[in-house]
């Protein structure tokens, strides 16, 4: 078991509250780890930390490390922009750009020049989509808007435009709350198959959800990390009271 991303006494503020305290975790290569918690105990926070994303929010203020392959990326000399093209993101609300369902895929390798416009990029394009288990469904209209797609469709569309540009990691903060069952399998599924190429941190209130996908579970509490382990040993067999109380549904 390979540690891909290491997190080192991680603390994080929002103006004067202390919203993350004293992280720490490993987290592991091609596994899937999922973030449990009651609302506001800063799993999303802690998520936009491992993409710098934070970095976007003017009162936020981060101490400590998080190595990924070994390098810190809140090091000076990295920039927090390669940082994001590494890091892919999926968020709770599909949100397609206003344009194709193909220069929502095309846009970023183009943009950085991962491909050439024409033949390379067509198969980019191909190649994303496929792995994202979208492409029979949009072969034939790839030039209709990104946002003319179901919602489930457009969370793939999502997906495959963030695999497009070859990240190692993708986050993916409540990727199912806004879909049905039937899309949110097929995303579900779609996790267990990325999970082989990529290494994948999820958030989730589905309690089903993290047993079902998730090898790893992190349960926070009020900016804490109070439990982390093996999935079934959180959900079957949790050391502290309190992750006991959160997955039994005695608070939250
Ligand atoms: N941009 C921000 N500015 C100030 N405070 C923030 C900001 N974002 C989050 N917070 C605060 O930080 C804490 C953690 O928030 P976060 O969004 O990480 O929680 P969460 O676990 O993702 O919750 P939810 O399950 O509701 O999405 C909360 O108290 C929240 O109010
Ligand atoms: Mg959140």
Redesign the pocket.
């Given at each position: 078991m390979k540690t891909k991303i290491n997190v080192e006494d991680l603390n994080l503020w929002?103006g004067s509250?202390h919203?993350l305290q004293n992280i720490n975790i490993d987290l592991h290569k091609n596994k899937i780890t999922a973030l449990i918690?009651p609302?506001?105990?800063?799993?999303?926070?802690f998520l936009r930390c491992i993409n710098r994303m934070n970095d976007l929010?003017g009162?936020a203020n981060v101490e400590g490390k998080i190595i990924i392959d070994g390098k810190n990326i809140y090091d000076k000399d990295v920039d927090e922009v390669s940082v994001r093209k590494k890091i892919g993101m999926v968020f709770q609300q599909p949100n397609p750009f206003p344009k194709s369902i193909y220069e929502n895929v095309a846009y970023a390798p183009l943009k950085h020049g991962l491909v050439k416009k024409g033949r390379e990029c067509d198969e980019l394009v191909e190649k994303s989509l496929i792995s994202a288990g979208l492409w029979e469904e949009v072969k034939d209209s790839l030039t209709h808007p990104g946002t003319s797609l179901s919602g489930g469709q457009q969370q793939r569309l999502c997906i495959a435009r963030t695999i497009a540009v070859e990240p190692d990691v993708i986050l993916m903060d409540e990727p199912t709350s806004a879909l049905d069952p039937i899309s949110t399998e097929k995303i579900e599924a779609l996790m267990l198959e990325l999970k082989k190429k990529y290494t994948i941190v999820i958030?989730t209130?589905n309690m089903q959800q993290a047993a079902r996908v998730a090898d790893y579970t992190a349960f926070?509490h009020l900016g804490d990390l109070i439990e982390y382990d093996e999935t079934e040993t959180i959900f079957v067999n949790p050391k502290k009271k309190k992750t006991e109380d959160y997955i039994t549904g005695r608070f939250g």
């Open positions: 929002y509250k919203a918690g609302s506001g105990c800063g799993k999303s926070t929010i009162t958030v209130h926070f």
